[in-house]
C-alpha cells in the first residue's frame, strides 16, 4: 500500500515500507510519525541473483569454463605410454586442471564480487538501503558458490567425457568424439554471436550457459552414436566407458573449492586481486602438503603444527583419485562427512571475512 502526502514534493522519497497495519499520526507539532513503518530491504535472493549474474558476465568466467575444458579433452587425446595406467593419467589430469581452474575461479569472482564493488562504491550504495553487512556478505557468498557450480560442472562433462576418450597402448585416439564435442563447443560460440548481433543480448553470459547446454548434448550425442567402443570392444582394446565415479569426485572437489573461495572472499574484503590470489595459492599449496609439513610434528606433540594442521584446510580429504582405481568407489557417508567439514570451515572463513568487512570504510 502507497500512502501520498500532501504538501511533500512528488519526487521525494522515504526508505521506508508501510503495511495495513501501519498507522500513521501527526503530532500536535504537525511532524509525522512513522514508528509503526519498517525499513525497505532488498530481499536476499535479489542480492544472490545479481551477484551471481555478475560474476557470470565476467570474460575471465567464460575463458576459464573453455580452456579448462578444451584442455581436460586434449588430455585424452595424446598417447602417454603408461603401462597400462593411461585411463588413470588421463583422469588425474582432468580432476587437476578443474581443481586449478577452480582456485582462478574463486579468486577472480571473489575480488569482482567484493573488493572491486568496495571499490568502485557499489557496496556502498547497496548497504544504504539499508541491507546489512552480514547480509551482503552471506548473498555474496552464495552468488560465488552458484558460480563455482557452473564451473565445476563444465569440468566434469569434460571429466565424464575424457574417462571414456583414453586409450592405452593398443588403442587410439576417438577423432569422432574430439570432433564432435569441438564442433558442439564452436556452436555454443556462434549462438552466443547470434543473440549479441541480432538480439543484443549479453554475448559472455549467453555463452556460458549455452556453453553448458551444448557440451552437455555433445557428450549425450557420443554416447549415443560413438561406435568406436565396439569396434575396439571386437578387437580387445580397452572398452570405451565413462567413469560415472567422477562425479563423486567431482562433489568433493566442489567442497574444496566453496572452503577456497570462504578464504578468498575473506581476503577480498582487504585486498585486490593479485594479493588475494598470493595468499589463496600460498594456502592451497600448504594445504595440499598439510600431512607431511604439519600432520607428521603435530603426531610428534609440536603445540604450533597441531595447531595450524586444524586451521589449515587439508585438500587430501577431497582428492578421491586413488578411490577412482579399478574396483574401488567413494561411499556417499564420505561425501556427507566431507560436506559437514566444509559446512564448519565455511562457517569459520565467513566469520572471519565479517570482522574484516564489519569496520572497513567503503567510501
Known sequence: MVFRISGVPANAQFPMEFTSDTTLLFTNSGRLDISGATPLMIPFTTIVQNAFMELVRQPIFLILISSSTVFSVFLASVPYFGFGDDPKLVKDGALAVMFVAGLFGAVFNASASMSREIRSGTALAVLAKPVSRAKFLLAKFVGLAGALVLLVYANLIAGLLVSRMAFDAYGDTDTFALKVFFTFIVLAYAFGGFSNYFLRRPFVSDTVFLFLLMSTLGFIYIHVFDTVDQIQSAKGQLEKVSDWRMIRASVLLLFA???????????????????????????????????????????????????????????????????????????????????????????????????????????
Request: include cysteine; aromatic fraction near 14%.
Open 257 to 363: 573449492l566453496w572452503i577456497l573461495s570462504g578464504i578468498a572472499l575473506a581476503c577480498s574484503t582487504r585486498w585486490d586481486a593479485i594479493p588475494t590470489l598470493t595468499l589463496c595459492s600460498a594456502v592451497f599449496m600448504l594445504g595440499l602438503m598439510s600431512d607431511y609439513l604439519l600432520g607428521i610434528p603435530a603426531k610428534d606433540g609440536s603445540l604450533i603444527a597441531s595447531f595450524l594442521y586444524v586451521v589449515v584446510p587439508n585438500w587430501q580429504l577431497f582428492w578421491m583419485t586413488d578411490a577412482l582405481e579399478e574396483g574401488k568407489s567413494i561411499p556417499l557417508s564420505y561425501i556427507g562427512k566431507a560436506f559437514l567439514y566444509t559446512a564448519a570451515y565455511l562457517a569459520a572463513s565467513l566469520s572471519l571475512a565479517l570482522i574484516l568487512f564489519q569496520d572497513r570504510e567503503l567510501n
